[in-house]
């Protein structure tokens, strides 16, 4: 063997890449021991970097220094309350805050960030709906503002940001709720246009909630269409094979599968659903999005993979965590899978009743999905990468289409 070719080999070995087609990855372990399931993605400390925030931590952007941000206790068994980081500059200072949720305090809350390096940031409750495994940052009411939507399992809820004048010239971000009720509640939430009116509508596992036009004060009707069981975060509503006519793709977020329901009209023009699988081996799935990973423009790869532990007992809990993206082909009307990150099984995980712990049941350096994930180019290289954090770890997939 030649010394040239010796030489590449050993750099193959030194770089973990992988390659989900015409998508190739490098993963980045930003702190394999983080036992957090959500992290957000913003520029902390104003240096034009994008740093990560994920439960008691933020990373600084290039080389991942941390620093503290509050102190996070144990909730539950393998839990702590960090459910969603998602950037928002409420008190209008300049440096970016956060907003999140938690299901064992059942707050919806924002975190002020100090604007000093090592300094505490400062809790502050919006309102206490009830439990909420998960959030995220979405323009609910089409007014070009992202909205706070949580999955509230006992009610339906959405928050408005609005901006009112507290003193002088000084403005500060409150939060308007809108409170849908509790019929309609269940393990998961989301949004998309159902009905092709170019609105937004409010998903839940037992059916939507029509966008009227005027989101703050009209009524949105009740469309009882389906019941999808437990689900995850977010339902999504898209035209999926460009019939024109738009279908919902949703997770399993206790058992296995992903799925889409094909939306289509009966004789008499009511609108049906034909629920089809995507992918039966995949298990506990509770994040998923949309996003332009190949960069031609289009947000058509549906990012998704297994949340490590979502409960420590539960269908496929320690099988192999995947974190993959899913293309629907329209000419041969099916689904294709493209792996980002194939995990190993959990061989020597404690028996049912003990405590599970994913930092020491599966191999170091294993990824998840966690609760949520974030497409962003962390980088600034042109494409996007995602953020993934979750018991097994925080780690960081950088995208290398653009640096080809």
Request: some cysteine.
């Amino acid at each position: 063997m030649s010394r040239n070719l010796t030489a590449l080999l050993c750099l193959v070995l030194l770089v973990s890449v992988s390659r989900a087609d015409d998508v190739r990855w490098k993963k980045h372990d930003i702190n394999a021991k983080s036992v957090f399931e959500a992290a957000g993605v913003f520029d902390v400390d104003n240096d034009g970097k994008l740093d990560i925030v994920s439960g008691d931590t933020w990373y600084n952007a290039p080389d991942w220094k941390t620093y503290p941000v509050r102190k996070l206790e144990p909730a539950g068994r393998t839990y702590r309350n960090c459910f969603a980081t998602l950037p928002f500059d409420v008190n209008a200072d300049g440096k970016m805050d956060f907003v999140s949720v938690s299901y064992f305090n059942k707050d919806v809350f924002w975190v002020e960030n100090p604007g000093k390096k090592g300094e505490t940031w400062t809790y502050h409750e919006i309102d206490k709906p009830g439990p909420s495994e998960a959030a995220v940052a979405v323009d609910v009411d089409g007014d070009g503002v992202l909205d706070i939507l949580p999955n509230t399992v006992n009610t339906v809820v959405w928050y408005s940001p609005v901006d009112v004048l507290e003193s002088g010239p000084t403005k500060r971000m409150t939060f308007l709720k809108h409170n849908f009720g509790n019929a309609a509640a269940g393990h998961g939430v989301g949004t998309g246009d159902v009905n092709g009116d170019g609105r937004s509508d409010l998903l839940t596992p037992k059916g939507w909630f029509e966008n009227p036009g005027d989101p703050k004060a009209g009524t949105w009707t009740w469309h009882p269409d389906w019941n999808l069981g437990s689900t995850g975060i977010q339902i999504l509503a898209k035209d999926v094979d460009g019939d024109g006519l738009s279908d919902l793709v949703y997770g399993s977020g206790h058992a296995f599968g992903l799925f889409w329901e094909k939306q289509g009209k009966s004789a008499s023009g009511a609108r049906t659903w034909t629920k089809a699988t995507i992918d039966d081996k995949l298990s506990s799935v509770h994040t998923l999005l949309w996003a332009d990973l190949n960069g031609d423009g289009l947000a058509n790869e549906l990012v998704t993979g297994k949340r490590v532990y979502a409960h420590e007992i539960e269908p496929g809990e320690v099988e192999a965590p995947v974190i993959a993206y899913f293309t629907y082909d329209q000419t041969g009307k099916k689904w294709d899978r493209h792996v980002i990150f194939q995990g190993e099984a959990a061989t020597n995980a404690p028996k049912e009743g003990a405590l599970r712990d994913a930092q020491k049941d599966f191999p170091a350096g294993t990824a998840g999905t966690g609760l949520q994930m974030t497409a962003i180019d962390i980088d600034n290289d042109g494409d996007l990468d995602l953020v993934c954090p979750g018991k097994s770890g925080l780690y960081l997939f950088e995208n290398l289409t653009k640096s080809r």
